[in-house]
Structure formats: C-alpha cells, structure tokens
C-alpha cells in the first residue's frame, strides 16, 4: 500500500527483481495483494492531490495561554485551494484543453517557401546573433 514499485520490493525483501517478478507470475495472490495496494495508494494520492486543488477544513488542536495558564482547544483552519495542484490536476484530466504545451504550425500559401526558415551553420547563427546585439556605427554600410 505503499505504492512501492518491484525493484523496490526486491530491495526491501534482499532479493533479485527477478525473484519478484516470477512470484508475480506463479502465485495470482500475490500479484492481486500488489495491484490492490498500489491501485488503494494511488487512489490515496488522488484523494490528496484533489483536496489540495479544492482547498479544505480542518479541526486541530492548539495551546492558548490565558490567566488560568495553558488550556487546549479545538480550532477550524482552512487551507485555501492550490493554483499548482489546480494546474497540475486539469492538464492531466483533460490535456487538450488544459495541457499548457502548445503547437505552433506555421505555413505560407501552397506552393511558397516555409516562413521565417532558415538552414544554417553554427558559425552563421552566431553571427547572426553577435550583429543583433553588437551596435553599429552610424552612416557605415555593412558588409554582406
């Protein structure tokens, strides 16, 4: 229920993967015991990503001090949604419309070179990219 892998098992065991994965094979329990425990811990990791999206409530315990000296008492916090859990949860739920990867298809008219394309050599790129940030004379034609 730990969501460990087989190598990780093999590791915890002192034995060789191997092992693991022929245990796998020859006794169904065992195999079913794992997938059981690994599917109940991803569920608990979803549980947890998706209360992390939506925000929570919860009860906990603190010390406060008073004339009477220190008493505890039960306080409501608060954990407001997470942006970055909000994120992560839509563009794996729903990638094509919430993935922030985007793909960019330029094209010209049929027929008409690619736009903006260039073949080029590193000695070239570098020289394209030294003339934008050096600053040139006035009135001094360059070279070709």
């Known amino acids: 229920m730990q969501g460990v892998t087989d190598p990780e098992l093999a590791i915890m065991f002192g034995l060789d993967p ?6 796998r094979k020859m006794y169904p329990s065992f195999n079913e015991a794992l997938e059981e425990g690994r599917t109940i811990a991803d569920a608990e990791v979803i549980a947890a990503l998706h209360k992390k999206a939506i925000g929570y409530s919860y009860n906990t315990e603190v010390a406060v001090r008073g004339k009477g000296g220190v008493r505890i008492e039960m306080v409501k916090k608060t954990t407001e949604p997470d942006t970055n859990a909000i994120k992560f949860w839509l563009s794996n739920r729903d990638p094509d419309r919430w993935s ?3 793909h960019l298809q330029m094209t010209g008219k049929p027929g008409a070179p690619d736009i903006g394309v260039k073949s080029e050599t590193k000695n070239e790129l570098m020289s394209s990219i030294l003339s934008l940030i050096i600053p040139k004379p006035d009135n001094i034609p360059e070279r070709e």
């Not at 191997?18 to 245990?23: D, G, Q, S």
């Open 18 to 23: 191997k092992i693991i994965k022929a245990w």
């Open 100 to 102: 922030e990867r985007r």
